[in-house]
C-alpha cells in the first residue's frame, strides 16, 4: 500500500511539471550461412521533468545474438530527485564502492544483467550519503555443467537464481578523506538438479555481508582500500541429509586496495606509478568444479563484481588471452608504470598475475573401489600472493607499449608475454597385476591351506594408474596501430596483430605398480627386446639379407616366382644369384645377429606385458610419462595426414580509410598457421573472399569488411560482410564464447533523440 501511495505521489508531480522526451534506439541484424542468425531491436525511451524521470527499455528479439527472446517492455524506472532526497522505484542498477559487495549492471555483449526490481532510497548531503535498497533479483547464466535442454551453440541461458535484496550503505566525506559502510542480505532460492539434469529440490539460503572501505586523495598519492566479510547460512529445516556433504556453505571474505602515485621530479617527472592487489575468498572450488556455480551457490552471488585487477585490451588476439575472472575464489596483482618519454609519446609498463586462493591435493585410492570416491583436499592457510602450482590456474602477464604522435601520425606498438593455466584434472583408472596376492581368493586344489603356484584365483584390481592434466597456454603478441590523418578530414588506418601462441595439454602419469610382464629369460627384469645388429638401420630384426628382389617390379617375389632368380633352385643363395646388399658390403651376409635371451633360437620382439597406460612401452612404478601434446596441426599436403605443430602463429590485419566526420572502410583479415585438434567447422568461401583469393592463399582465414556511415550526427549505420572467426568475448571479466559467423552480414542502425 505504502508504495503504491509513493508512486501516485510521484506521477502527480510528474504530470503537472514540464516534460522532456529523449532517448536512443538501435536495431541489430545478422544472418550467416551457419545459421548463427538473429534479429533485435532496443528501444529506451526517457521522460523527465524537474524532479521526475522515467526510463523504460522495450525489447523486440527473435532471437537475440545472445541471450532468451523478449518482447515488449524489458524495463522500468521511475526516478524521484528532490534536494538531498532520491528515490527510485522499478529495475534498478546500484554500485556501493568499488562494488565488493554490489556493483550491478547490464551488459549486452556477455548477455549479463544482474540487477534488481524494487525500491532504492538515498540522501546525498556535502558530507555525507545514504542509500537504502530493497528487490528481487534474477540471475540467468549459461552454465556448461547443467545441460538439460541447452541451446547447441550456448547462447541462451539455461540456469537461473533467484535472490530477495535488502541492504544499506552509508558514505562520509572529510576533505581528501572518505570511509564507508555497507550491509547487504541476500534470500536465495537455489534450484537443486539430478544425474539427468531434471530440477529436484530448491535451497532456501541467506548470504550476509558486510564491508569497510575508505580512500585518501592527495596531490601526489591517492589510495584506497575495500573490505567485505560474507556469511552463508544454510537453514537446517531446508536441507535435506542427503545435500548435507555437497552443498557446504562458505564464511569467506574479499579484498581489494590500490595506489597511486605520481611523481614530480626529474628525470620522472608526468610518470605515475599504479598497484592494485585482489584477494577474493568468497568459497573454496577444487579443481573439478572449478566452474559449477550450480554445486557452488556461493557462486552465484553475481551482483557482487569486484575489480578484476586485469588490463584490459583493445587487441582481439590479446583479449582472447584474458582469462574468466572467479570473483569467489582468486588472489592476483597488477601494476602499471606510465609517463612521457620525450616527444615520442607515453611507455607503459604492466604486469599482472593471477591465481586460485588455495593449492589442492586430491587423495590417492589405495584400491579401484576408492577410485571414485576420493576427495579434494585443500590447505586453509590465508594466500597473500598468487600461486605458481598448475592446480591453482596460474596466470600471468607482462605488457609493454608505446604510443604517441610523428606529427600527423599516430602510432601504438605493444608487446605482451602471456602464461595460463586455464584447467587441472586429476585422473585415475587401475588395473590387475597378474599376480595372487594375500586377500585375494583362489581354488584350493591340495587343500594345503595356501595357495600354490597353478592354482585358479581371482585376480583383483591392485594397480592404481594416476594421471596429471593441465592445460596450457603460453603467447607471445604483438598489437600495432597506425593512424594517419590528411587534410580535409581523410584518415588511413592500419592495425596490425602478430601471435605467437603455444596450447596445449601437459601429462604426468605415475603407477603404483610394476607393469605386469612374461619374464623370458627369468632374470626379473622387463626386456624390450632382444638386443641384435641392424645392418640396414631399419629398426626391424631381419631374419637374412632378402635375396632375389626385383628392382623393377619393386618388390619381394614371391614363391612362384624365386625360379627366375634362384638359378639352382636350392631355396638358397648362391653366389652369382641376386640380392639385396642392406648393408653395402657387397657380400651376402646370412643374418643380422641378436641375442637370444630366453634360448629359442629365435629372435624376440620383447616380452609381453600388461599395458597399463597404453603407450607401449613396459614402465614401472613412480613417474613414468612426463610430456604434453600441442592442441595444434597441419595437414600432409599428399595424404591429410595430421603433422603436429609446436605453436600457431595468427595474424590480423585491418585496413581502413575513412573520412570524417561522414563514413569509414576498413577490410580485416585474420589467419593462423594450423588447425586446432577437436570438431573442424565447414568453411564456405564467400563472394570476397574468392575475389581476395586471386592475390593470397585462403586457408585457414577469415575475411571480413566493415561500412559505417554517419547519416546525421544522431544516427550511425554499420554494415559488416564476411566471416569472423568467433571465439572468447570479456567485459569486466565476465567471458562467453561467441560461435563463428560464416558468410553472413551484420547491420546495426543506431539512432540518439
Known amino acids: 500500500m505504502k508504495r503504491i501511495l509513493i508512486i501516485s505521489f510521484l506521477l502527480k508531480s510528474w504530470v503537472n511539471a514540464q516534460l522532456s522526451v529523449g532517448g536512443d534506439t538501435e536495431l541489430k541484424f545478422g544472418e550467416s550461412k551457419n545459421n548463427f542468425n538473429f534479429s533485435e531491436v532496443f528501444l529506451n525511451l526517457n521522460i523527465s521533468s524537474d524532479m521526475i524521470t522515467t526510463w523504460s527499455q522495450f525489447e523486440y528479439s527473435d532471437p537475440p545474438e545472445l541471450g532468451k527472446s523478449t518482447n515488449g517492455l524489458r524495463k522500468f524506472r521511475l526516478d524521484y530527485a528532490n534536494g538531498p532526497l532520491e528515490l527510485s522505484v522499478g529495475d534498478i542498477y546500484k554500485i556501493w564502492g568499488r562494488g565488493l ?56 541461458p539455461n540456469h537461473s537464481s533467484d535472490h530477495s535484496l535488502f541492504g544499506g550503505d552509508m558514505e562520509f566525506f572529510r576533505g581528501a578523506f572518505n570511509l564507508g559502510l555497507s550491509f547487504l542480505q541476500s534470500r536465495q532460492s537455489h534450484p537443486i538438479y539430478d544425474l539427468i539434469n531434471s530440477q529436484v529440490d530448491t535451497l532456501s539460503l541467506v548470504h550476509r555481508t558486510h564491508g569497510l572501505r575508505g580512500g585518501f586523495d592527495g596531490s601526489n598519492i591517492s589510495g584506497y582500500f575495500e573490505y567485505a566479510n560474507k556469511t552463508t547460512i544454510l537453514p537446517e529445516s531446508t536441507i535435506n541429509d542427503d545435500y548435507a556433504d555437497s552443498y557446504n556453505p562458505y564464511d569467506g571474505f574479499s579484498l581489494f586496495s590500490n595506489m597511486n602515485y605520481y611523481f614530480d621530479f626529474p628525470p620522472l617527472d608526468g610518470w605515475s606509478l599504479t598497484m592494485e592487489y585482489k584477494n577474493y575468498n568468497l568459497t573454496k572450488i577444487n ?47 597488477q601494476a602499471a608504470l606510465v609517463g612521457p618519454v620525450g616527444s615520442l609519446g607515453y611507455f607503459t609498463l604492466n604486469y599482472q598475475a593471477a591465481s586460485r586462493t588455495n593449492e589442492w591435493h586430491k587423495e590417492s585410492p589405495d584400491t579401484v573401489n576408492a577410485i571414485l570416491s576420493s576427495k579434494w583436499s585443500s590447505d586453509s592457510t590465508l594466500t597473500l600472493l598468487p600461486h605458481s602450482s598448475e592446480v591453482t590456474l596460474p596466470y600471468n602477464e607482462l605488457y609493454v607499449e608505446m604510443e604517441g604522435y610523428i606529427k600527423k601520425l599516430r602510432y601504438q606498438l605493444g608487446f605482451a608475454w602471456t602464461n595460463n593455466i586455464p584447467e587441472y584434472h586429476v585422473i585415475y583408472n587401475s588395473s590387475r597385476n597378474g599376480l595372487w596376492d594375500e586377500t585375494e581368493p583362489f581354488i584350493d586344489d591340495n587343500g594345503n591351506g595356501s595357495w600354490d603356484d597353478g592354482e585358479a584365483y581371482t585376480d583383483h584390481y591392485s594397480i592404481v594408474n594416476e594421471r596429471l592434466e593441465n592445460k596450457y597456454q603460453n603467447a607471445f603478441t604483438v598489437p600495432t596501430l597506425f593512424n594517419y590523418k590528411f587534410s580535409s578530414g581523410w584518415s588511413l588506418d592500419l592495425k596490425y596483430e602478430l601471435q605467437k601462441l603455444e596450447k596445449g595439454t601437459s601429462y604426468r602419469n605415475t603407477l603404483s605398480a610394476d607393469e605386469v610382464f612374461e619374464d623370458l629369460d627369468g632374470d626379473g627384469i622387463w626386456d624390450s627386446a632382444e638386443e641384435f645388429t641392424d645392418l640396414d638401420d631399419d629398426g626391424v630384426w631381419d631374419a637374412a639379407e632378402q635375396n632375389w628382389y626385383d628392382w623393377w617390379l619393386n618388390g ?198
Not at 563484481?305 to 584490459?312: I, N, S, W
Not at 643363395?573 to 643380422?592: H, K, L, M, N
Not at 599428399?638 to 585491418?654: E, L, P, R
Request: proline share 4%; net charge negative; with cysteine.
Open 287 to 333: 579443481p573439478d568444479e572449478r566452474n559449477n556455480y550450480i554445486k557452488n551457490f556461493d557462486m552465484n552471488l553475481i551482483y557482487t563484481q569486484p575489480p578484476t585487477v586485469m588490463r584490459e585490451h583493445s587487441s582481439v588476439l590479446l583479449a582472447r588471452m584474458i582469462p574468466q575472472v572467479n570473483f569467489s575464489d582468486e588472489v592476483g596483482y
Open 101 to 156: 559487495i554490489l556493483n550491478q549492471f547490464d551488459d549486452q555483449n556477455v548477455n549479463l544483467d544482474n540487477g534488481y526490481r524494487g525500491l532504492s532510497f538515498g540522501l546525498v548531503e556535502n558530507d555525507y550519503a545514504l542509500n537504502l535498497i530493497s528487490g528481487l533479483s534474477n540471475i540467468s547464466r549459461v552454465s556448461l555443467d547443467y545441460t538439460y535442454d541447452i541451446d547447441s551453440e550456448l547462447r541462451v
Open 556 to 753: 619381394w617375389l614371391t614363391d612362384d616366382q624365386l625360379s627366375d632368380y634362384d638359378l639352382n633352385g636350392n631355396g638358397v643363395y648362391d653366389p652369382g644369384e641376386e640380392f639385396s646388399d642392406v648393408d653395402g658390403d657387397g657380400i651376402w651376409d646370412p643374418a643380422e645377429e641378436f641375442t637370444d635371451l630366453d634360448g629359442n633360437g629365435v629372435w624376440d620382439a620383447g616380452e609381453e606385458f600388461d599395458d597399463v597406460n597404453n603407450d607401449g612401452i613396459w614402465t614401472g612404478s613412480g613417474v613414468y610419462v612426463d610430456s604434453s601434446r600441442s592442441n595444434f596441426y597441419v595437414l600432409n599436403e599428399n595424404n591429410d595426414d595430421k603433422i603436429a605443430k609446436d605453436f600457431q602463429y595468427n595474424h590480423m590485419i585491418t585496413v581502413g580509410l575513412g573520412k570524417s566526420p561522414h563514413w569509414s572502410l576498413s577490410l580485416t583479415i585474420e589467419s593462423s598457421s594450423t588447425y586446432e585438434y577437436g570438431p573442424k567447422v565447414p568453411s564456405i568461401t564467400n563472394p570476397l573472399e574468392k575475389f581476395i583469393g586471386n592475390f593470397m592463399d585462403l586457408e585457414n582465414k577469415w575475411i571480413a569488411l566493415d561500412l559505417m556511415i554517419n547519416i546525421n550526427e544522431n544516427t550511425r549505420l554499420d554494415l559488416m560482410y564476411g566471416t569472423l572467426r568467433g571465439g572468447i568475448i570479456c567485459s569486466n571479466g565476465i567471458c562467453r564464447y561467441v560461435e563463428p559467423f560464416d558468410d553472413g552480414f551484420k547491420l546495426s542502425l543506431t539512432s540518439v533523440f
